[in-house]
């Protein structure tokens, strides 16, 4: 009996040790500072950032519903769906070409449609800002909004994404202050 009590206990302890090791860490409304993307922002509060990723990836109601992404990618780097790649001397029109086909290119988008491409300014750095929806295979229509930038040999991606009916209005001032504040280190 006291050998059942023990490997009781033993599961236990494993099983609430694994509970302890989140991979979400509690935002508070703050300046984040990132220094593996080196960059710095004000976070809203009541956002959570996933720990265990290459990327800066927060959310509020749940990694499908909605999200922040930050990427600092070199030219160097393969995309994720397009064969297109960066390269030096990159124009910022060259990267709005490439961003909208890997949009375009990725098989988990139906119906893309970009809404609107634009000119924008990130900490004092010519960007673009493309508007854009598309259907999950689910048929659930997503809203998302990508910054670019190029800075020091890198690509600079920032962007939102939540569904559209309901996350998307309610979390984008969030992240319209979160792109407001955001900084280069």
């Known amino acids: 009996m006291s050998q059942r009590r023990y490997i009781g206990f033993l599961i236990l302890f494993v099983f609430l040790q694994g509970c302890a090791l989140t ?106 800002r493309l508007e854009y929806t598309y259907f999950t295979k689910d048929n659930l229509k997503v809203r998302g909004l990508l910054y670019g930038l190029i800075a020091d040999e890198h690509v600079y991606r920032i962007y939102y994404e939540a569904t559209d009916q309901h996350y998307f209005k309610e979390n984008k001032p969030a992240f319209d202050h979160f792109v407001e504040t955001f900084r280069l280190l």
């Open 23 to 128: 991979t979400w860490t509690y935002l508070y409304d703050r300046e984040y500072q990132d220094s593996a993307r080196k960059f710095k922002a004000q976070v809203s509060v009541d956002w959570y950032k996933f720990n265990w990723t290459q990327s800066f990836v927060i959310t509020k109601d749940g990694i499908l519903l909605d999200r922040i992404v930050v990427e600092r990618r070199k030219f160097k780097d393969k995309l994720e769906f397009t064969k297109k790649k960066y390269f030096d001397d990159m124009s910022l029109e060259d990267l709005i070409e490439i961003e909208s086909d890997n949009l375009k290119s990725n098989d988990k988008t139906n119906k893309l449609e970009i809404v609107a491409n634009e000119p924008a300014k990130l900490d004092n750095y010519a960007a673009y």
